[in-house]
Each structure stands twice: as structure tokens, then as C-alpha cells.
T-cell receptor
Framework: SQTIHQWPATLVQPVGSPLSLECTVE??????LYWYRQAAGRGLQLLFY??????ISSEVPQNLSASRPQDRQFILSSKKLLLSDSGFYLC??????????FGQGTRLTVV | GQQVMQIPQYQHVQEGEDFTTYCNSS?????IQWYKQRPGGHPVFLIQ?????EVKKQKRLTFQFGEAKKNSSLHITATQTTDVGTYFC??????????FGTGTRLTIIP
């Protein structure tokens, strides 16, 4: 069966520090992969998505970047975090025309 | 552009009352999915509607897809405290983007 792993669950980082969040999928190949940010009590803001290795589509230009170095690995990064980068980050995968599966999420607090 | 509006943004109901959230698209959809996110959790898939006018039921939840495949609703009969959370629709415009409605946050007053 397919599973999605996202870590860490919580993270507290100082302003100006780098960020790397990793998401991996097991049990499927060539999934579409997605990164979202969710502010407290708000909706799911699509940040990046990828339909294949090395293919990244950016939805919201900001202080973040994404990479897909392997088929089932999706990484969200920042060189220098801002206070406004705080939020709940969710990774998801989906095969074509099927349901989406989300990771457990990372709660990031930038201090 | 391809946009979807989900209303209401918030709904507070007494336990036992009904609840409905609506998703309205400006364009025809390939299908629509519904997800539930419990407080502190991640969204979990509930159902997918594909056919025009389709109605599906899951216990106290009823999902409808409009005849024109532009709108959808989720109705919960006799809400319980376990229904608390945010409900998102996910309109499928036929591309690989995975975007969601703004969500309806349901709180239950015991």
C-alpha cells in the first residue's frame, strides 16, 4: 500500500536560518507531488507541484523553493526564513484522477 | 480563470442540527472531491463525484454534484461532535493542479 512520510512534525527556526522539509512516498511510482502552506484557521495554499523528476511548478513566488531529486522525494527549502514563513506545511501526492493523500504536516514557527 | 468559491467560511451549529457547505465553480468540472481536516490534522479524502446530478451518501453525510457539473454540496444531518473540522472541496478542472476551495470550518456547540 502507498504511504507518505513527512518530517519533522514540528520545527522552530530563527529568522534568517535555512529550511529543508522532506517528503517521501512509498508504494507508487511517478506520483504528482504537492507542497501546501496553511495559516492557522485558513485554507490550503498551493506552493509548488511536480509531475516528474526535476519538474517543478511554482504557484506563489516567495521565499521558498522546491526540488524533486528522485521520483518519490519532494523537498521544500528556504535559504533565509522570514517570520511570515511560519505555518503548517503539508505535502501530498496524487495519481491521475484519484484521491490525494497528505502527509502528517510540519508545524513551522519562525522566531 | 478557473475559480471556485466555497461557502460559508465558518459555521457554528448546535449539536444535532444540520450543516451544509457549498462549492461553486465558474467553469465545468471533470469531477469534484471532498476532504475533511480535523483540528491539528491533515486533510483526508471523503468522496469523489463524477457524474452530472450525482448524489452519494455516507451515513449522515450527503454529497451532491450539480447537473451542470459546476457546483457541489456536502450536507451533514444531525451533527455530532465528531463532525468538527474543516471541509474542503477539491474541484478538478482536468489538469494536474491540486487546488482546493477555501474550506468551511464547522464548530459544534454541545
Amino acid at each position: 500500500s502507498q504511504t507518505i512520510h513527512q518530517w519533522p512534525a514540528t520545527l522552530v527556526q530563527p529568522v534568517g536560518s535555512p529550511l529543508s522539509l522532506e517528503c517521501t512516498v512509498e508504494g507508487t511510482s511517478n506520483p504528482n507531488l504537492y507542497w501546501y502552506r496553511q495559516a492557522a484557521g485558513r485554507g490550503l495554499q498551493l506552493l509548488f507541484y511536480s509531475v516528474g523528476i526535476g519538474q517543478i511548478s511554482s504557484e506563489v513566488p516567495q521565499n521558498l523553493s522546491a526540488s524533486r531529486p528522485q521520483d518519490r522525494q519532494f523537498i521544500l527549502s528556504s535559504k533565509k526564513l522570514l517570520l511570515s514563513d511560519s505555518g503548517f506545511y503539508l505535502c501530498a501526492w496524487m495519481a491521475l484522477n484519484t484521491e490525494a493523500f497528505f502527509g502528517q504536516g510540519t508545524r513551522l514557527t519562525v522566531v | 480563470g478557473q475559480q471556485v468559491m466555497q461557502i460559508p467560511q465558518y459555521q457554528h451549529v448546535q449539536e444535532g442540527e444540520d450543516f451544509t457547505t457549498y462549492c461553486n465553480s465558474s467553469t465545468t468540472l471533470s469531477n469534484i472531491q471532498w476532504y475533511k481536516q480535523r483540528p491539528g490534522g491533515h486533510p483526508v479524502f471523503l468522496i469523489q463525484l463524477v457524474k452530472s446530478g450525482e448524489v452519494k451518501k455516507q451515513k449522515r453525510l450527503t454529497f451532491q454534484f450539480g447537473e451542470a457539473k459546476k457546483n457541489s454540496s456536502l450536507h451533514i444531518t444531525a451533527t455530532q461532535t465528531t463532525d468538527v473540522g474543516t471541509y474542503f472541496c477539491r474541484p478538478n478542472f482536468g489538469n494536474e493542479k491540486l487546488t482546493f476551495g477555501t474550506g468551511t470550518r464547522l464548530t459544534i456547540i454541545p
